[in-house]
């Protein structure tokens, strides 16, 4: 078997894959996925990605023919893929606590901008320790249960996430469509009242001009009378305003 140290920066300079995987590796880690040639098995998982990042940061776990596994940071062997999983839960653990002290939209927003790449990150670590296992035997069996946990954990915190920020547009959607259905009835209000004044202010806006009209030393019955017809236009234009179409 020919073994070469392979060019990938992100792989310890030591490691004598073989060839084999070397080309199947090509000159970048890629997505998460296991490879297995000659006895060789090899493990790329990537680390929990922050909110925004596009680059996914890799770590390799390799098992030789001997059945050693070395690990490409996080201590030696399968206790780096212990360390690997553990990081991941105490992602889960301060996202949960977000979770619960999350209030608006807003927070509840920013809650999901950090669960939608690590939540898709865990689920492919899911299925890539999946198929190790396959390849690698019952000494992967725990760390495969405890990706699955951790997968059905950030889907479930993802959902209930997602349903307190539906829930939260709601609310002030309906917040919103009350204040406004406040403000159409003031408004509505407001034209009823104008519509019962306006025929008065008109005439007292008449009748009030610096111009002789023949009625300023009329008896008070005129003013009565005069108060009578605009209570009535009043009215008439109060119906004309309610009236429906």
Same mark, same amino acid.
């Given at each position: 078997?020919?073994?070469?140290?392979?060019?990938?920066? $992100?792989?310890?300079?030591?490691?004598?894959?073989?060839?084999?995987?070397?080309?199947?590796? #090509?000159? &970048?880690?890629?997505?998460?996925?296991?490879?297995?040639? %000659?006895?060789?098995?090899?493990?790329?998982?990537? +680390?929990?990605?922050? &909110?925004?990042?596009?680059?996914?940061?890799?770590? !390799? *776990?390799?098992?030789?023919? +001997?059945?050693?596994?070395?690990?490409?940071?996080?201590?030696?062997?399968?206790?780096?893929?212990?360390? !690997?999983? $553990?990081?991941?839960?105490?992602?889960?653990?301060?996202?949960?606590?977000?979770?619960?002290?999350?209030?608006?939209?807003?927070? *509840? *927003?920013?809650?999901?901008?950090?669960?939608?790449?690590?939540?898709?990150?865990? +689920? %492919?670590?899911?299925?890539?320790?999946?198929?190790?296992?396959? *390849?690698?035997?019952?000494?992967?069996?725990?760390?495969?249960? &405890?990706?699955?946990?951790?997968?059905?954990? !950030?889907?479930?915190?993802?959902?209930?996430?997602?349903?307190?920020?539906?829930?939260?547009?709601? &609310? +002030?959607?309906?917040?919103?469509? $009350?204040?406004?259905?406040?403000?159409?009835?003031?408004?509505?209000?407001? %034209?009823?009242?104008?519509?019962? !004044?306006?025929?008065?202010?008109?005439?007292?806006?008449?009748?009030?001009?610096?111009?002789?009209?023949?009625?300023?030393?009329?008896?008070?019955?005129?003013?009565?009378?005069?108060?009578?017809?605009?209570?009535?236009? #009043?009215?008439?234009?109060?119906?004309?305003?309610?009236?429906?179409?």
């Amino acid at each position: 078997m020919n073994t070469k140290v392979n060019a990938i920066p $992100e792989l310890p300079p030591g490691w004598g894959l073989p060839d084999e995987i070397v080309r199947r590796l #090509g000159s &970048k880690a890629g997505r998460q996925r296991v490879i297995a040639e %000659n006895s060789h098995v090899l493990i790329i998982l990537h +680390k929990a990605p922050l &909110k925004h990042e596009s680059h996914r940061e890799s770590v !390799f *776990f390799w098992r030789d023919p +001997k059945g050693k596994w070395s690990a490409s940071e996080r201590g030696h062997g399968l206790s780096a893929l212990s360390d !690997f999983l $553990e990081n991941y839960s105490r992602i889960e653990e301060s996202l949960e606590e977000s979770y619960e002290k999350a209030e608006n939209s807003i927070e *509840f *927003f920013d809650l999901l901008e950090k669960l939608a790449p690590i939540q898709r990150s865990i +689920k %492919n670590t899911r299925k890539t320790l999946q198929a190790a296992r396959e *390849f690698a035997g019952e000494e992967l069996i725990d760390y495969r249960d &405890k990706a699955e946990e951790l997968s059905r954990n !950030f889907e479930l915190l993802y959902g209930d996430s997602k349903n307190r920020l539906d829930y939260a547009v709601a &609310k +002030k959607t309906e917040e919103q469509s $009350e204040l406004q259905r406040k403000a159409l009835v003031a408004s509505h209000r407001l %034209n009823i009242i104008i519509a019962l !004044f306006l025929p008065i202010t008109a005439a007292a806006s008449l009748l009030g001009m610096n111009i002789p009209h023949g009625l300023e030393k009329s008896p008070s019955w005129v003013y009565l009378t005069i108060v009578a017809i605009c209570g009535i236009l #009043g009215l008439i234009v109060r119906h004309l305003v309610l009236k429906k179409e």
